[in-house]
């Protein structure tokens, strides 16, 4: 069989999910490869980075608003303010899984770019709606047009390796707590300076401001986000022309252990609610609803209530944004330098349990800040690699689309719990005690999907050593990954 002849049999195989023998990857021009990573993280990553970054933006400067006089101005109570933070959670849980399987029936700068209009336009008339009815009606459009942008996960494991998802996902994730410093930035000037304005009151701007930037980039994502990696291999596109490049999408596309176009296969959820990992990950990675959901949005009150004035707070509310940065910059990078994602993650997570210890513990305003910081510095990166890991537990897009559904549920569940338990200032003893006992079973379901991975990894490579020791072909090598899902023997966990 000749080379090309070869080749073509390959990526076809690895197109379809099956893994090939024939040809080895010194086949494939491993400087185009190269190539297509580097458009790839040039281009690709920062589109789908700023859009979360918008949908972070949107989602919490309520948080900001309240701290400007919103709650006030509109006469809402504590309780009716802290159900608009709840619906927008409520909006999200909603439509997570046609969210995730939309990308593969409609043109991914239509899914994202949509969803950016959608939420910033329903961000920006929040001020006149004004009425409780209104902005709890507004709060859950918003979570459904941001349910949208958290596709950026899964889609990513479509473009990227295994090897090369936690960075990613840091590069991806990494502006959330970008988001929500600058948040404070832009509420600190637009409080500062645009109060009365015009006839609107400063929290009335932050929101318009705010809404209009984001629709502003929504149009630019139509424009500019590439497809899914089968499709622009096939049809190519304006950031990959060549053939070599289209051949090492192909290839990378593969190794990410993927199907070529993968619709809806139902029996896949019915797999995904029947594995144990899915209820573990998720409750791995839930504790975000508490760490980073319900703590961001609340961040500018706790700041507030340490004894600052109503300015302060929203300076020194970037504090803790900053440390969650810099643990994005390090742990999702040490996770894929050192190939482990296990104890990156239970250290991650060790972390924010540590703040909210400190949290509960003093009352003395820089310990207090510290907490904070250690709530923020671990609980990013913690949800960055463990989504990165989560991810691989699942083969089939289907299998996966769902887990990330489930994910959110039990984000966005724990996230509403932590709207309703912050509530006794100014230590929220209440609060932080359930965040902290939500961290320990986190930390412990890590474990356990740890050990989980580890024995089926064991169990799949005994397997084939009894089949090779016997002379035979495994005949479930030939499945496809959208059948079998992880189940196929040549699917390997990361750990």
Request: net charge positive; hydrophobic share 45%; proline share 4%.
């Amino acid at each position: 069989m000749d080379t090309e002849k070869a080749e073509a049999i390959r990526l076809e195989d690895l197109a379809q999910g099956r893994p090939s023998d024939l040809a080895g990857d010194d086949v494939v021009n491993e400087k185009a490869e190269r190539g297509v990573r580097l458009k790839l993280d040039l281009v690709l990553l920062p589109l789908l980075s700023l859009s979360i970054f918008f949908g972070y933006l949107d989602r919490g400067q309520i948080g900001n608003a309240r701290v400007l006089g919103m709650q006030k101005d509109l006469g809402f109570t504590n309780q009716q303010f802290y159900n608009c933070v709840m619906m927008f959670y409520v909006g999200y849980m909603l439509i997570e899984l046609p969210a995730a399987m939309s990308l593969r029936y409609f043109h991914p700068r239509y899914v994202f770019g949509i969803a950016l209009l959608v939420f910033g336009v329903f961000a920006a008339i929040i001020p006149p709606a004004r009425s409780y009815g209104g902005v709890m009606t507004l709060r859950v459009l918003i979570g459904l047009g941001e349910a949208f942008t958290t596709n950026a996960y899964i889609f990513i494991t479509l473009w990227y390796k295994p090897n090369e998802l936690a960075t990613r996902t840091a590069a991806v994730y990494g502006m959330t707590p970008i988001a929500g410093a600058i948040s404070g930035v832009i509420a600190y000037g637009v409080g500062k300076n645009l109060e009365n304005k015009s006839g609107l009151m400063a929290w009335e701007w932050l929101f318009v401001i705010e809404g209009v930037v984001t629709c502003a980039f929504g149009l630019l994502v139509i424009f500019l986000l590439p497809g899914l990696p089968e499709q622009t291999a096939a049809k190519g596109s304006y950031l990959f022309r060549s053939q070599e490049d289209r051949q090492a999408i192909l290839t990378r596309f593969a190794k990410s252990q993927n199907s070529k176009d993968a619709k809806l296969r139902p029996q896949q959820i019915w797999i995904a609610f029947k594995d144990l990992k899915l209820y573990l990950g998720s409750l791995m990675v839930g504790t975000a609803g508490v760490g980073i959901g319900a703590f961001s949005v609340f961040l500018p009150t706790f700041i507030k209530e340490f004894g600052f004035s109503r300015l302060e707070t929203q300076l020194y509310s970037m504090i803790p944004y900053a440390f969650g940065l810099l643990g994005l910059l390090f742990f999702p990078w040490l996770s894929d330098r050192i190939h482990q994602r296990a104890l990156v993650t239970i250290t991650c997570l060790g972390i924010t349990a540590t703040g909210f210890i400190i949290l509960m513990a003093t009352t003395n305003k820089v310990a207090l800040v510290a907490g904070a910081c250690f709530v923020a510095g671990g609980a990013y990166p913690s949800l960055v690699v463990s989504i990165a890991w989560l991810l691989t537990f699942h083969g089939g897009y289907t299998k996966r689309a769902t887990a990330s559904w489930i994910n959110q549920i039990f984000i966005q569940g724990y996230s509403i719990m932590a709207t309703q338990v912050y509530r006794n200032p100014p230590r929220y003893f209440l609060g932080h005690g359930i965040a902290l006992g939500v961290y320990t079973i986190g930390i412990l379901s890590a474990i356990a999907c740890w050990w989980i991975c580890s024995r089926a990894n064991k169990a799949k490579d005994q397997r084939q050593a009894e089949f090779a020791a016997a002379g035979e072909l495994d005949p479930d090598m030939d499945e496809d990954y959208e059948r079998l899902c992880d189940y196929h023997p040549g699917y390997r966990y990361t750990t």
